[in-house]
């Protein structure tokens, strides 16, 4: 007899067109085999970003809240594809060995980060003195 796997993830709508498309409960075929049957589930699918903030506020997870949501509206990969070029430099900012590491990348492959960016641009613009303006929210 398979195993039955429910697979709960935080995934909401409005964060882009391709997670919009998504039912909230559904059979993942890719994950699921002859021995496992997997089941996606999206408790928080129609959410809106405000409507996740109030209730985590309200819930005695509140105080776990880490500090860089002040600075930026999501928490992901340190230098993510999908973030905007302020969020970049507030994280090159905190992490400056690396984002080095990522610009030597970039120049020992000859291919930037991003088509509209590279993160030897995030660089320079730290280099300048910038710091990033605050990002509440952005979509992937």
């Not at 509206?73 to 993510?80: I, T």
């Not at 969020?87 to 992490?95: A, I, K």
């Amino acid at each position: 007899k398979a195993a039955r796997i429910l697979s709960v993830m935080g995934l909401r709508a409005e964060e882009s067109s391709k997670r919009a498309k998504k039912p909230r409960l559904a059979v993942n075929p890719s994950a699921s085999s002859g021995r496992r049957i997997v089941t996606d589930l999206l408790p928080i699918h129609e959410y809106t970003e405000e409507r996740v903030w109030h209730v985590i506020r309200r819930s005695p997870l509140a105080d776990l809240i880490h500090p860089a949501y002040e600075y930026v509206g999501r928490l992901s990969c340190r230098f993510c594809f999908f973030a905007p070029f302020d969020v970049l430099v507030v994280v090159g900012r905190l992490f400056p060995d690396w984002l080095a590491e990522y610009v030597a990348v970039e120049k020992e492959i000859g291919h930037d980060f991003r088509a509209d960016f590279s993160l030897a641009d995030v660089q320079a613009a730290i280099l300048r003195g910038e710091t990033g303006k605050r990002v509440t929210t952005w979509t992937m």
